[in-house]
């Protein structure tokens, strides 16, 4: 594909003090690689310690995505010629090393995350304080339909969502679309709904404002001038019932499918037909990687209560993902995800192991152990106190 990291990640510092990262590489959705993930925290950094610099707007230059995540298909490309390649590490150290910057931005941080927010898409918007959704936001967290596992501080997120983490759980576990403006706020994935007819108003607003002095309340400001009420209930709510009784944190993999295929015969057919695509979606994840998002899951919600408890804190759950995406990234089941679900495209994977019942729990729990040198660990600033 033609271009450089330059084209795809644009910056812009305007007069009133607003800086524009602008990703701008439509024809692959925005995906993410290591260089572009460099380049963006590049511009992040300069700005935070810039006293000209006042706020943070980051957007598309396409309306069919904001971002679809990383690009996975070089990065399997790369593991499937050398299991050792480099690029692994480097790839994931570059991405939560940018989510903790996002997640501790000291000026107003805006993510206008129109059309396709996927995987690391969610990792670049979903720390960020002002979290700005459209009518055409679609939200989803896919990846153990590949063989790796819901990262990119997603279960930071999903800690803090209703149902004690069981809402972000079940987006989690079973790749789940969110579609509607209500569900996204619902489950904390954004701050404020403005519909697509009132975007280009807004970045008008933001890039012309004449007071950013005050960087804050000026952007609340605008915010609170274009957002408004979605004009539907969020639907995870109505299923919160449904969704906490089938994704608790003390569920295994196999009691959330025994509870599901209970569900399926609801007399509520909304939850009937919710639990059928549930269900639906875990059949397309590996069930390795299954079991690693439950237990990650699970431990995260559990820490979000316990100050000084390291997975409380982003970075703690940072450090635990880089040890679980370079041991993911490397079993076999994520280069024939890749193969089977975006290069084939056969959506017949062969997953190792073949089901969630021949998963070994001493298997799963390995992933999370410390690396054997400290220097393969992910080093990123200590939260402040």
């Keep these: 594909m033609a271009g450089s990291v330059q084209d795809w990640v644009k910056s812009s510092v305007l007069p009133n003090g607003l800086a524009v990262i602008t990703l701008d590489r439509p024809k692959a959705l925005n995906a993410m690689n290591a260089d572009m993930t460099a380049m963006y925290k590049k511009y992040l950094d300069e700005w935070e310690s810039d006293s000209k ?52 931005y000291k000026k107003p941080y805006i993510s206008l995350m129109d059309g396709v927010t996927m995987g690391f898409g969610i990792g670049l918007s979903g720390h960020g304080r002002f979290r700005v959704v459209t009518e055409k936001t679609m939200l989803a967290m896919p990846e153990n339909g590949i063989g790796l596992f819901p990262d990119v501080g997603f279960a930071h997120i999903a800690a803090k969502s209703p149902g004690q983490g069981s809402v972000g759980a079940y987006m989690a576990m079973t790749g789940a679309r969110v579609t509607n403006p209500a569900d996204a706020l619902y489950v904390g994935l954004g701050t404020h709904f403005v519909p697509t007819d009132k975007l280009s108003s807004l970045q008008e607003a933001l890039r012309n404002h004449n007071s950013l002095d005050n960087a804050w309340e000026a952007v609340e400001e605008v915010l609170a001038g274009h957002q408004v009420t979605p004009d539907s209930h969020p639907s995870l709510e109505t299923l919160l019932p449904a969704i906490t009784a089938c994704f608790g944190a003390s569920l295994s993999v196999a009691d959330t499918i025994k509870a599901l295929k209970e569900h399926e015969h609801s007399d509520d057919d909304l939850v009937a037909e919710w639990a059928k695509g549930a269900l639906a979606g875990i059949g397309k994840g590996a069930p390795f990687s299954l079991c690693v998002t439950k237990h990650h899951f699970a431990t995260v919600a559990a820490a979000a209560n316990s100050p000084g408890n390291d997975l409380s804190e982003i970075e703690g759950v940072m450090k635990t993902e880089f040890r679980l995406g370079v041991r993911t ?13 975006l290069v ?42």
């Design 53 to 104: 610099v006042r706020a943070v707007l980051v957007e598309s230059s396409s309306s069919r995505a904001f971002s679809a995540g990383m690009d996975v298909k070089g990065v399997a490309a790369a593991v499937k010629g050398d299991v050792k390649t480099s690029m692994v590490p480097t790839v994931f150290n570059n991405e939560y090393k940018l989510i903790c910057a996002i997640a501790r």
């Design 329 to 341: 990234a490397t079993r076999p089941d994520f280069v024939e995800g890749v193969r089977a679900v």
């Design 344 to 385: 084939d495209k056969d959506q017949k994977p062969n997953w190792q192991p073949p089901t969630v019942e021949d998963v070994a729990t001493p298997d799963v729990e390995a992933l999370f152990e410390t690396f054997e040198y400290s220097i393969d660990e992910l080093e990123v600033p200590p939260a402040a106190a």
